[in-house]
């Protein structure tokens, strides 16, 4: 229960048609997509079949040493995963890539997003027999894959079958003996993309600045409800799950993504831009410097400011090494990263109207604090403008966002929020606004965190035992601020 949208999974699998350093290819990858997951990270290499996995807590460089990688040793294949828990607990049990050995042989799975009916198929599974060693649903997905396989040709064609089963989001890299997998939900909920390296190697990954790390080139998205099969025969798909339509999470744009990425056809530095650029124009506002949060409202700003002639300046400098707030035990030793974190460059904002750029305001404690510092470095006015709608639901395809009862918009009214966090104006860009962000994205977008509608059915049960999670973790957390 913290005032941040926690990042989604980042994954990564390679097919190069000789043996080489895939291991270290995946290092690199995992590395450029450590933004959405800083909990945990692993990478498994396929050498002849035999795959071999490394796999615990802590950031890509903690994880992985020089020896580690040799370790895993050169292949033709690999996967890598750096997850944050968006189900199942944060231990090295439930860090991936998942390794399942069965009669078929062995497979590898990499998993970014989240099952509605997760819970509905691990006690079915539970029933017949399945015994689990995570609490995560990745583990329900290659539970029903291997299944299927036992009655199925391919591997490709298990995972077909499977599909029909696992409902929710879900961007996949499986790898096989002799095959690499991508697979990405009917939907289109997360991001995947296919580059390609200078030897002639396939790549699959969550963005595409992994494939920039790497000296890949972008060669396209995977489609909503697609299976791309990577083997000998070279690159083949399976469309037998695609036509649907597609409800990719906007959110990605605002906030997730990095900016150097380029996702659905569109630049997420440029999408941001255009945030920024709709926020003036939905709710203009006078003022005498535009300055963002780093890192993901400074292109908001700088758009925000093209867009209302506002001078931009640059208004803080961001502790490139401290981690993230929410990792401190608690609330107080949190306050106290916010100042470490951040530091306000005073020139900027003295006796000045400033207007204030970020993506999103959950429970307001963060950003009141920021303000707070924008205050005791002498602005005279500070207007808050986010570049995203209230978040006022929760989410049920990988982001974990908080239950309605610690979402400051569904408490407080907009001129309350203000209020309580202590700024002159605050402005939020409306729904319609956020659709506009990734003009020209060839995909329709999931709000549902916003509106409270969802592209597909979320079961009773698995809304109830979200919001039973939150609340424990909430009574934990008010526990421990107590001690």
């Known amino acids: 229960m913290f ?48 795959i071999v996995c490394h796999k615990d807590v802590g950031l890509v460089p903690d994880v992985f040493s020089r020896d580690n990688l040799e370790k895993l040793g050169w292949g033709t294949m690999a996967v890598g995963h750096c997850r944050y828990s968006t189900t199942g607990n944060s231990s090295a049990v439930n860090a991936q890539p998942l390794v399942v050995r069965h009669c078929k042989g062995a497979m590898a799975l990499a ?101 920039d790390s790497i000296g890949a080139k972008f060669v396209r998205d995977v489609e909503p409800g697609e299976i791309v099969i990577a083997d000998e025969n070279g690159l083949h798909s399976l469309y037998s799950h695609c036509g649907g339509e597609s409800s990719f999470c906007v959110f990605e744009y605002v906030y997730f993504a990095r900016p150097d990425s380029v996702i659905q056809g569109v630049s997420v530095h440029e999408a941001r831009q255009r945030a920024g650029r709709i926020l003036y124009r939905e709710n ?73 750029i970020d993506d999103s305001i959950v429970r307001g404690t963060t950003c009141a604090r920021i303000v707070r510092l924008l205050r005791d470095a002498g602005a005279r006015e500070v207007h808050f403008a986010v570049t995203a709608p209230p978040f006022k639901n929760p989410c049920y395809f990988g982001t974990d966002i908080d239950s309605r009862d610690k ?50 059915a979320v079961p009773d049960k698995m809304q109830k035992n979200k919001f039973e999670k939150k609340i424990s973790a909430a009574k934990q957390e008010e526990e421990t601020d107590a001690e």
């Open 407 to 456: 979402l400051i918009a569904c408490r407080m009214t907009v001129p309350e929020i203000a209020k309580q966090i202590g700024v002159d104006s605050l402005t939020y860009l409306s729904i319609d606004g956020v659709k506009e962000i990734a003009q020209g994205a060839n995909c329709g977008f999931c709000v549902g965190c916003f509106s409270g509608e969802y592209p597909i």
């Open 284 to 356: 203009p506002v006078e003022a005498d410097v535009v300055v963002g949060v780093p890192d993901s409202g400074l292109d908001a700003a700088l758009g925000y400011s093209q867009e209302s002639g506002i001078p931009y300046g640059v208004g803080f400098i961001k502790n490139r090494y401290i981690g993230r707030t929410f990792i401190q035990p608690t609330q107080g030793q949190r306050e106290d990263s916010v100042r470490i974190k951040l530091n306000v460059i005073a020139e900027t904002v003295r006796d000045k109207r400033v207007v204030l």
């Open 111 to 211: 998993h970014n997003g989240n099952l509605v009916n997760a819970p509905e198929l691990r006690r079915q599974l539970e029933l017949n027999g399945a015994i689990f060693h995570t609490t995560n649903d990745s583990e329900v997905i290659s539970y029903i894959i291997t299944r299927e396989r036992l009655l199925s040709p391919s591997i490709e064609d298990a995972i077909a079958k499977a599909m029909y089963s696992i409902k929710g989001a879900y961007s996949l890299i499986v790898m096989s003996p002799k095959k690499l997998i991508a697979v990405r939900d009917p939907n289109g909920f997360r991001p995947l993309c296919i580059g390609e390296t200078a030897s002639g190697g396939v790549v699959f990954a969550s963005e595409t600045c992994a494939l």
């Open 3 to 50: 005032d941040t949208i926690h990042e989604e999974c980042g994954v990564f699998g390679i097919y190069e048609k000789e043996q080489s350093d895939v291991a270290s290819s995946a290092y690199y990858a995992l590395y450029a997509l450590q933004h959405r997951g800083q909990e945990s990270c692993g990478i498994a290499v396929n050498d002849d079949g035999l």
